[in-house]
């Protein structure tokens, strides 16, 4: 039992529920209303079943609450849920990660059946989109239900970039958003994560929870699906401070993917994943970015970072990125083979810790940008519809780079292009 | 006068030859104390190589971040630089040990202020050595940031951090060897003074802008209540 991970607070008011079927985590800051809709959508669960609500604030009176959501037969229970612990902005960083944590650790305390985490908010939130992530769990006995958000052409850039393509490529299921952050999670699926984090014994390895998500479900052979939730509104992205955004989500999947490098060294392709709901069209967005400060930034990594670059990417790729940076004003464009093969360079050189680690990540931001730029130029004439085309055939390259990886990953020393 | 001025030869010269004598069993202990010391010493050296890599000093000196040691040793190799390092200590003990062969008071003097002033030696090395590590790590970090930051003058700033550290580095090794320690004070404070004031003046008037704005970003943000969550944006 991981009753350490569970604050304080949240240990507290339990006593007197000693199980529950399903537990649903909400840390997005959705207000009271906001609760209350996501608690209405759960009439549209089969059964009757025993929730817990875990959430950052209370709801009022958790009685009148209780007497208007909870579904026939069912029984609903609030409890507040100091995710954070007793100071939130203490550690910003580790908020999602202590909270998924705590919430499948009471999920596996309480015998409930599933859970489901709730981070984000959404655009034109319907009440059953919670419920919808719920049933998969419930009804049809799924381990992992991933979200699967209306694609969208410049947000949510680091999962289209790097997160799905390299989580397809590696475990060889294509979930478009493996890290959710708005999950349902089977109670097998939690204990194993628990698990995973235990045995790692909070040392330097210690990984995100969302990250170990989509690799243990895939590796285990766990029932996969995803279900079409909506638009997600997404916070606005600093793009100076772009580095530590690199650093914090990419240094769990490296390290995650040491760890099963012996289960996705032996898949070979992907598949598709079932996906349930009602897909949403992708809306016209206007990109809003400094293209020309972010191929500025490229040429300057170019100019400058060269000898940390040098210790992590091979000759000839080192080449092609200097024949990049030569291309005139804000046109840079990075093939998507390159691309992909950096990604893999830099996984290969975290693991073989060439240098500090939090230097390398930082380091790949240049590159990073230079990528959105590419991306950025080519779909800003194509238009949304041509959003998933375009990031299937990146993830497709990265599918045919898989060998380069292999070669790397086995050989570094022998294999070095 | 003749036999005089003969006499006074033949006994200057007897003086020398036994004084020579007298020196001679000492040369010679000399001699074979850094011969032994030198068999013993590249013995040793090809025993620590060896044990070193066994067990793959040098790619675990890069994984216990203190790879720029790398640069700093001969053919890029960490675990040469050690073996060398303890072969150069034997023979220096050897050659102590030979001195002291003379016995006479005044080596003896000598090789005791020598040995007194080891540890002052070993300090200063290490104070390099911390030094040294710690200024390429830290022009790393600046290099990076400042490169992510889109600031043109990236590597002016790393260099001017570097040199900050490594002839803060410098000056406590000179303290620490009591090498003229009043200039040592002086040429430092003049040193990292004037690093201090280039870096000062290059940035204030290259980057008097993006201060301006981040100022006013800070402003329009509404203190604590901002949380940067990376999770929230994949």
């Not at chain 1, 130029?377 to 993830?395: F, K, M, N, S, Y």
């Not at chain 2, 010493?41 to 000093?57: D, E, K, N």
Request: proline letters at 6%.
């Amino acid at each position: 039992m991981e009753v350490d991970a569970i604050p304080q607070q949240t240990q507290e008011q339990p006593a007197q529920i000693d199980s529950a079927d399903l537990v649903v985590g909400i840390l997005a800051d959705l207000g009271q209303d906001g609760v209350l809709k996501v608690c209405e959508g759960f009439l549209n669960l089969s059964g009757s079943h025993r929730i817990v609500v875990l959430q950052r604030d209370p709801v009022g009176d958790p009685a009148v609450a209780n007497s208007q959501s909870a579904p026939e037969g069912s029984s609903l229970s609030f409890l507040p849920w100091s995710a954070a612990g007793p100071d939130p902005l203490a550690a910003p960083t580790q908020t999602i990660s202590i909270a998924c944590q705590s919430l499948f650790a009471m999920t596996d305390k309480l015998g409930a059946r599933a859970c489901c985490f709730v981070a984000s908010e959404m655009e034109n939130a319907t009440p059953q989109w919670v419920c919808q992530l719920l049933q998969p769990l419930v009804e049809s006995d799924f381990d992992l239900v991933a979200p699967y958000y209306a694609p969208r052409m410049f947000q949510g850039l680091l999962n289209s970039s790097i997160i799905y393509p390299l989580t397809r490529c590696l475990y060889g299921k294509r979930i478009h958003n493996p890290f959710g952050p708005d999950v349902g999670v089977s109670r097998r699926l939690a204990a194993k994560i628990l698990g995973a984090n235990r045995s790692n014994n909070g040392g330097s390895n210690q990984t995100h929870p969302l990250s170990l998500l989509a690799p243990i479900a895939a590796c285990d052979n766990l029932q996969l699906c995803q279900v079409h939730v909506g638009a997600r509104a997404y916070p606005p992205t600093d793009w100076t401070n772009m580095s530590s955004l690199l650093a914090q989500v990419l240094g769990p999947i490296f390290i995650e993917m040491e760890r099963s490098a012996a289960c996705w060294q032996r898949t070979r392709g992907s598949v598709s994943v079932p996906v349930h709901g009602e897909c949403q069209d992708p809306s016209q967005e206007t990109s809003g970015l400094d293209l020309n400060r972010m191929a500025e930034t490229f040429r300057l990594g170019i100019r400058d970072l060269q000898e940390i670059w040098s210790l992590v990417l091979p000759p000839a790729t080192l080449f092609e990125l200097r024949k990049l940076s030569r291309s005139t004003a804000d046109l840079v464009n990075m093939p998507d083979e390159l691309w992909a093969r950096i990604v893999y360079d830099f996984a290969l050189a975290h693991r073989l810790q060439t240098i500090n680690r939090d230097h390398l990540l930082r380091s790949m931001t240049p590159l990073y940008l230079a990528w959105i730029v590419s991306y950025a130029r080519e779909l800003e004439t194509a238009g949304p519809a041509r959003v998933e085309q375009r990031i299937e055939h990146l993830a497709l390259a990265y599918e045919a780079a898989k060998p380069y990886l292999i070669s790397r990953w086995r050989w570094p020393d022998r294999f070095n292009p | 006068m003749w036999d005089q001025v003969k006499q006074a030869l033949n006994q200057s010269t007897t003086k020398f030859l036994t004084e020579l004598a007298h020196l001679l069993p000492g040369v010679v202990a000399l001699i074979v104390a850094l011969l032994i010391s030198c068999i013993l010493a590249w013995v040793l050296a090809i025993v620590v190589r060896r044990l070193l890599a066994g067990v793959h000093f040098d790619e675990q000196l890069g994984r216990w971040g203190f790879a720029s040691l790398k640069e700093w040793s001969p053919m890029n190799s960490p675990t040469r630089l050690v073996s060398r390092t303890t072969a150069c200590l034997v023979i220096l003990s050897g050659f102590l040990i030979g001195i002291a062969a003379f016995d006479a008071e005044s080596t003896s003097l000598l090789v005791r202020s020598i040995l007194a002033y080891i540890p002052n030696i070993v300090g200063a090395m290490l104070v390099l050595l911390v030094g040294s590590i710690v200024a390429s790590f830290l022009a790393r970090s600046v290099l990076i940031g400042a490169v992510n930051l889109n600031l043109q003058y990236a590597r002016l700033l790393s260099l001017g951090v570097k040199w900050l550290v490594l002839v803060l580095a410098v000056a406590m090794a000179l303290e620490h060897l009591k090498i003229a320690p009043g200039i040592v004070d002086l040429a430092f404070g003049i040193l990292f003074g004037g690093i201090v004031l280039t870096l000062v003046l290059a940035v204030g008037l290259n980057s008097r802008e993006l201060v301006s704005k981040s100022l006013e970003r800070d402003a329009k943000e509404p203190s604590g209540e901002h949380v940067e969550e990376p999770f929230r944006h994949v």
